[in-house]
């Protein structure tokens, strides 16, 4: 490719950005959300749900997160946006302990949820895991049927299985995808599209009645129709569950969050309520990703 072609590939892909964030800033205008802006007095009227206190994270030397401290609000949606490597899905999996796996990892700060360290030594893994489901990039449905991908969590967490069908119905109806599935349980997971592979892994996380769900870009491998269910189903879910998403769609942060932080080379550069951070910015470097500038 010569210099000249790399340039109009660089030019077209800011150009769409710029476009995309247009989009992004008219959906966000078109909120009801009262212009609110987070501060100690609006933090102390939410209910908090968990909270990171400057949460720092290394990968060896390597410093990827820098004293995040940020709330998450009970039955709310916040989205987390940046650029790529800014170290938004590596704060996601510090939220329930997942980076523990990474024997190079390690974290100073602390993660509340409801008051609690979950860093704490005391602190059972497989119970806070209970409490906090995660949602993959990619669908990751387990290669056997689609009702014993949701009978597998109760199982491990010795639920009767009299209870099984109950659940199974449940999780389904809760991830819009029963009536689509409801007469070929027994088939296997890897039979659905990609779309219903990704609600299958929600129904999943479901089964075994989490108090938070992480979503770490749940869309980004799916067509726009399978987009557009999930981000309803992420609002429904909003209900019962609190929310936390990772998204690089600037477009799928205004529709689907109630609040956004906006993460630049592992740092929290802005918090506040979405309509806020796309419509009115503190921050010159927000402004400017919002915008389609950078990033």
């Not at 949820?113 to 497989?126: S, V």
């Not at 609002?235 to 689907?256: G, S």
Request: glycine letters at 6%; aromatic letters at 6%.
């Amino acid at each position: 490719m010569s210099n000249n072609e790399e340039e109009a590939l660089v030019d077209n892909r800011d150009i769409g950005r710029q476009k995309d964030a247009a989009i992004a800033i008219k959906i966000a205008s078109e909120l009801t959300d009262d212009l609110e802006i987070v501060s100690d007095e609006l933090i102390r009227t939410h209910e908090l749900k968990m909270e990171t206190i400057d949460l720092s994270h290394w990968y060896g030397d390597k410093r990827v997160l820098s004293g995040i401290s940020l709330p998450m609000f009970k039955n709310r949606v916040t989205a987390i946006i940046g650029a790529s490597g800014c170290g938004k899905s590596t704060f996601l999996r510090d939220l329930n302990r997942m980076n523990d796996l990474i024997s190079s990892a390690r974290i100073a700060g602390q993660v509340l949820l409801d008051g609690q360290d979950i860093y704490a030594k005391d602190i059972d893994l497989n119970q806070l895991r209970k409490r906090i489901g995660m949602v993959f990039q990619k669908p990751n449905p387990f290669g056997m049927s689609i009702q014993n991908n949701i009978a597998y969590g109760p199982y491990v967490h010795g639920i009767k299985e009299d209870e099984f069908p109950k659940i199974i119905e449940s999780c389904l109806r809760k991830a819009v995808l029963w009536t689509e599935v409801k007469d070929r349980l027994g088939d296997t997971a890897l039979s659905l599209s990609g779309g219903q592979q990704q609600r299958l892994c929600i129904a999943r996380a479901l089964s075994v009645e989490p108090e938070i769900i992480l979503f770490d870009e749940p869309c980004s491998s799916l067509d726009p129709h399978a987009t557009a269910k999930i981000e309803d189903l992420i609002t429904k879910l909003k209900e019962e569950y609190t929310v936390v998403i990772v998204t690089h769609n600037m477009q799928q942060a205004a529709r689907v969050s109630d609040y956004t932080a906006f993460f630049n080379l592992g740092e929290l550069i802005e918090f506040n309520r979405t309509k806020k951070i796309f419509s009115s910015p503190e921050r010159k470097m927000t402004e400017e990703y919002i915008s389609g500038r950078f990033g």
